[in-house]
């Protein structure tokens, strides 16, 4: 199971924490992502991080301004966001991709970020 917070209603340019937390105790089989999604568009994705925390990808639109992390002793991924954009804004979810590999296949509930100009 896994339960994201930190969202909430920034101004433009501020920065956020997002974080996820992951109940059970392979967190450390899991390679963590964040994606979002706006009302009447597709799930975008935003960043991965692999199993051991050394390895991430982020969306060419993230590049520079967000950064993705984990800690698997408290089996939590975080998202620092800087320099957010009102266009950002959007339900953030946190989803776990076992070994790696495939599909996500566990997601969280998601939580709100409002961007506001």
């Known amino acids: 199971q896994l339960q994201a917070s930190g969202g909430g209603l920034v101004q433009s340019g501020d920065s956020l924490r997002l974080s996820c937390a992951a109940s059970g105790r392979s967190f450390r089989s899991y390679s963590m992502g964040w994606f979002r999604q706006t009302p009447g568009k597709e799930r975008e994705f935003v960043a991965q991080?692999?199993?051991?925390?050394?390895?991430?990808i982020y969306a060419d639109s993230v590049k520079g301004r967000f950064t993705i992390s984990r800690d698997n002793a408290k089996n939590t991924v975080y998202l620092q966001m800087n320099m957010l954009k009102p266009e950002e804004t959007a339900v953030y979810y946190c989803?776990?991709?076992?070994?790696?590999?495939?599909?996500?296949?566990?997601w969280g509930q998601g939580t709100e970020v409002t961007v506001s100009s």
């Open positions: 991080i692999n199993r051991s925390g050394d390895s991430t």
């Open positions: 989803a776990a991709q076992y070994l790696g590999v495939g599909r996500y296949g566990y």
